[in-house]
Every structure is written in C-alpha cells, then in structure tokens.
C-alpha cells in the first residue's frame, strides 16, 4: 500500500513529468491561455495515459519484443483519436479550441516514455496507478500554469472575472513566450523547494 | 525463427484489427451527434456573418432551437444560377443535387446559394458561402454584404486546418473585424480585394492587413474572395439600384 501511495505521488511533485522530466512541454505552451482549455487537455491526456499504462502493461508478456514500440504507438493513438471523437461529439468548442493539441498527444513524451519505463515491467493495477499519477503530475502544472495566464492575461479565472475592472490585461503571457517564461520560473521554484539539482 | 516472426506478425494482425474495430465503431456511433455540432456551427457563422449576436442574454452561444428560429424568422436562402445570375425560383439548397451539396468550392458549384437577411419585409443584406485553399487545407467561410451591395459587413470562416498562431489566426475577431466597411464595388465595377502582406492602413477601402507568418493563407484569401464576388455578382448586377434595394 505504500508502494501505491509512492507511486502515485512521486509524480505529482519530486518526479513531475513537467518540472522535473522536462517532458509534454509542447502541449503546456500551446493550451494553458485560459483555464477551461487547459482542464480538459489534463483530463485528456490523464486518460490517455492511464488506460495506455493499463493496457500495455496488460499485454506486456505477449507483445513481441521487437514490434512493442510500434504496438504502444498503436495502443496509444487509438486512445487519443478515441478522446479526440468523444470531444468533438460532447464539447465541440472547447476540441476547436484545442485543436490539433489532443491530436498531438499521441507524440506527447510522457504517454510513450511511461509505457516504456514502467508499464513493460509492472503489473496492470500498478501501471494503472503510475498513469494516474504521472497524468495528475501533467494536470497540476497545466492547472498552475493556465491559471497565471488567465488570471494576468485576461482578468479572469475560469472565465469568472478575478481582478479589478480597470485590470487590463498584460498581453505577454497570452503569449508562446510568457508561457516559456511562466513554465521557467516554475521549473526553478519547484526545484529549489525539492533541492533537486543536475550535477554536471 | 520463422515461428518467432510468424508470431509477431499475427500479434500485429491482431492488433491492428482489434484497433480499428474499437475506432470505426466509435466513430459510426458519434457520427450523427459531431455532424449535429457541424451544422450548428455553420449556421452560427452565418448569423456571425451577418453582424448578429450569437451568445443569449445569459451570455451563452446560442443553441439548435435559438438558431433555427432566427433562420425562419429574418434569413431566407435563394439559390442563383452561377452562369446567368438569374434566381431558381422556389429552390432551396435543400433540393440540390449530392453532388452540388458536396462541391468544396464555388468553382465546382453550378447553383450557388445566397442567405438574404430580411428586416420589417425588406432585404437589408445578403451573405454567401466562401471557400477556397489557404496553406494547408481549404477554408471555408461565408461572406456578408450590405443591402446596397457595395460594402462588405462581414466575414467570418468555420473550418480550416491552417497553422494555430498563424493561419489559424483568420477566425480571430482582430483579423475578421478589419473587413467590416471594405469596399467592393465602386464606379460601377467590382474593385479587387486585397489581403495585404504587409498590412494595410485603415483608413484603405480594398485592403486588409494580412497575418504575419500567414502569406500563404492570406494568398489563398485574395484569390477565392475576389473569384467568388465575381461569381455573385452575376446575380448582384441586376438586382443593384432596384427597388428594394436600399443605400448602405
């Protein structure tokens, strides 16, 4: 139970996708201007992530060695082109918003690099887990970082307005930039908290 | 060996079968309810078009009901022979055939249809599908003009793949905004519309500045625009300075 406990809460902060791995940055730039977009990316990928951890790890002991990355990709982009469907059938505003973002989850390190690391060596529930995990870890940055960005981009949090009337809104971080910015500095706070530094 | 490989080639069969039975299935059963969402987008555009609001009092986008009831209440859809210019009476786009219906183009049309929007019984502008290829993909898009037929009161485009930041910033209010007021006729002939790459001043009745990192879509745009005005104008020719036919 521990191990459990571990495992889905390594990623949320010393092991984060984002800040630590420097993984699914594209995604984090190009989704986080407002709060909405950027949830229901989070939700996306956690669920991609999640079910591709379980089902590859379900078949780990049959897939063939030399085709298991073919086979991961296949897992993986049947997922997201399954989530990409039921967007654009429920939530067919925000999915143009996103655009090709979800598409692109397929390419996302983190989905790939997971079922490569972890669920070819572990058990199901366990990789079930770790997906959780690591997609929370993916969610909480987006979450953090969207949130910035609505709030001193446009005013508002959640399309609920937060800031004074005469706020305007600084224009930088609605910008690609502002979001390498934002993402920099959060990169350099959480590894200064977590003393966690590259040696050489 | 040979048994090893057949292995592996059976597992990718398998696989790729199951794969693609869970997607076409998906796919089939969410069909109805994504092409649902495609249409009511459409028409919201054409409302956007015409200036109209598209969010309610509460400030949420309109839905199937809210649209469709303004459809029947102000706009009204004729259909135009593309070589005379003359009206198909009594046709809508409904009676067309598969073939024009599914036309990407205007080139590949021989009936074009035409929105009329109607105030206390009099037709106070007119909108028209628009589409033709950008960059990467073919944009689609419908075009208003005001009741006296010289001016353009709207643009707005509803499906594209062009590059997000980039072509992608055609949908953007900045870029769709400029066209409001543009000039399309004057001296009694069609003036070329010009998306410009290097920006155009405001106060430029036939220009508008094109989107930085954008050329090729914005190329796209002076093609299809100025070849559709030309294909309506056919029908705008005579029915300019009629009765009914208000100044803007």
Redesign the interface.
């Known amino acids: 139970m521990a191990k459990m406990k571990q495992i889905i809460l390594d990623p949320l902060s010393d092991n984060n996708p984002i800040t630590i791995q420097v993984l699914g940055i594209c995604s984090a730039l190009a989704v986080t201007i407002k709060m909405e977009t950027a949830f229901v990316m989070a939700l996306a990928l956690t669920c991609v992530l999640t079910c591709s951890n379980f089902i590859i790890s379900t078949l780990r002991n049959v897939i063939p060695h030399k085709i298991r990355m073919i086979v991961e990709m296949m897992v993986i982009a049947s997922l997201v082109i399954l989530a990409d469907n039921v967007l654009k059938a429920y939530m067919y505003d925000i999915s143009r918003q996103l655009s090709i973002f979800v598409g692109l989850i397929i390419t996302n390190c983190i989905v790939m690099g997971r079922a490569e690391a972890f669920a070819l060596q572990n058990p199901p529930r366990t990789s079930l887990i770790d997906g959780l995990g690591n997609g929370l870890g993916y969610s909480i940055v987006l979450i953090i970082v969207a949130s910035i960005r609505e709030i001193l981009g446009s005013g508002t949090w959640y399309d609920i307005r937060v800031m004074p009337s005469f706020y305007e809104g600084n224009g930088l971080v609605m910008l690609a930039p502002g979001a390498f910015i934002i993402i920099g500095l959060l990169i350099w706070v959480q590894r200064s908290v977590i003393k966690k530094f590259e040696n050489d | 060996m040979f048994k090893?490989d057949l292995?592996?080639i059976k597992?990718?069969a398998i696989?790729?079968v199951v794969?693609s039975l869970?997607?076409s299935t998906?796919?089939a059963l969410?069909k109805e309810?994504?092409d649902d969402?495609?249409e009511l987008?459409r028409m919201t555009n054409v409302l956007k078009a015409f200036g109209q609001p598209i969010t309610n009092y509460d400030g949420k986008?309109l839905n199937k009901e809210e649209v469709d009831g303004i459809f029947a209440e102000h706009i009204e859809e004729i259909i135009v022979d593309k070589e005379s210019g003359d009206i198909l009476e009594g046709k809508t786009s409904i009676d067309l055939s598969h073939k024009e219906r599914k036309a990407k183009t205007s080139k590949d049309r021989t009936m074009l249809p035409l929105y009329q929007w109607i105030e206390d019984g009099k037709v106070t502008q007119y909108a028209f599908p628009i589409s033709g290829s950008g960059l990467w993909s073919i944009l689609y898009g419908y075009l208003a003009v005001d009741g006296s037929l010289t001016k353009f009161q709207g643009i707005t485009f509803y499906k594209h793949k062009e590059t997000?930041?980039m072509g992608?910033e055609i949908v953007k209010p900045w870029f769709q905004d400029q066209f409001r007021g543009k000039v399309f006729f004057k001296d009694g002939q069609l003036k070329r519309f010009e998306v410009k790459r290097e920006g155009a001043s405001p106060e430029d009745p036939h220009a508008v500045s094109g989107i930085s990192a954008a050329t090729m879509t914005g190329n796209g745009i002076n093609v299809f625009i100025n070849r559709d005005l030309a294909f309506y104008e056919r029908y705008f020719s005579k029915i300019r300075g009629k009765e009914g036919v208000r100044d803007g």
Do not use: H
């Open positions: 090893e292995k592996t597992f990718a696989i790729c794969c869970i997607l998906t796919v969410l309810r994504q969402n495609v987008d986008p997000p930041g992608a």
